[in-house]
């Protein structure tokens, strides 16, 4: 392992990770030597382009279509990581539904369960399927990105803002319970950082919510994904169960 590439010989898995935060997350994994598992589903063409430009780069990876809240589609991915690229013993489950912002009037069950699928049951079945072999080695990783939204509590969010504290007391709960295994379970909480899919967000909204930021410019996704990779690292070993917000100072409420 060099100094450079920290991460050489584990194998990184990224949900939703063909754009936006996801793909910087990816990119900072394989630039610091881990190979990757690029993961999408309606997008899978732009994942292999960012697993081409890791490995145009030195690095591995591979890009892997699948819906990572079914669980029959997790094991078909696991099953070919595994054969590709080796045991994932590094998990980001990063990818999310839509996310419309309503009154509680204007919800719907089935979107309010489509919420907890994407941050409770997968961060859940995507762990289960690789803690076998992360207790094996004793070594783990599991960091879910979660958002400031919970600790803000944003009014007109309840189902997205729900289902991240749901997230929130699942990852603290197996924090604890993978510990003894040397499987540690860490949260990073993005601040508003604007990508593809909030081109057509309102500009004095952004504006509105750059004005507020202490450190005066906008968030991007290498910023989340210098958190991931620090979570990942060996040096981190003793640090579990934590949340490290990255809004440039927006925090604490």
């Known amino acids: 392992m060099s100094k450079d590439q920290p991460l050489s010989g584990h194998v990184a898995l990224v949900t939703g990770s ?3 935060l996801g793909s ?22 732009l994942g292999q382009e960012v697993a081409d430009e890791i490995i145009s780069k030195g690095g591995e990876a591979i890009a892997i279509r699948a819906d990572v809240s079914k669980e029959s589609e997790i094991k078909s991915l696991f099953e070919q990581a595994g054969n590709e690229l080796g045991p994932v013993d590094i998990i980001v489950p990063n990818a ?26 997968s961060p859940f079945l995507l762990t289960q399927a690789a803690v076998p072999s992360m207790k094996e080695r004793s070594w783990g990783r599991i960091i879910n990105i ?7 509590a944003n009014p007109n969010f309840s189902a997205y803002v ?6 929130v007391g699942w990852s603290r709960s197996m924090a604890k319970e993978l510990a003894p295994f040397g499987i540690t379970v860490n949260m990073v909480a993005p601040g508003w950082i604007p990508v593809e899919r909030h081109a057509n967000d309102p500009q004095e909204e952004k504006d509105g919510y750059l004005a507020q930021i202490p450190a005066g410019r906008w968030g991007t996704p290498d910023d989340i994904g210098n958190a991931v990779k620090f979570f990942a690292l060996e040096e981190s070993s003793f640090i579990n169960g934590q949340t490290l917000h ?5 925090t604490p409420w």
């Open 18 to 20: 063909s754009k936006g």
């Open 24 to 45: 910087g997350i990816a990119r900072c994994l394989g630039a610091s030597g881990a190979k990757v598992v690029i993961n999408a589903y309606n997008t899978i063409a």
């Open 96 to 121: 999310t539904p839509p996310q419309p912002q309503k009154p509680i009037e204007d919800y719907d069950e089935e979107f309010y369960r489509s919420m907890l699928d994407f941050f409770v049951i």
């Open 146 to 152: 979660t958002s400031e939204t919970y600790a803000a």
């Open 162 to 167: 729900a289902a991240k504290g749901g997230q």
């Open 246 to 250: 990255v809004n440039g100072g927006m």
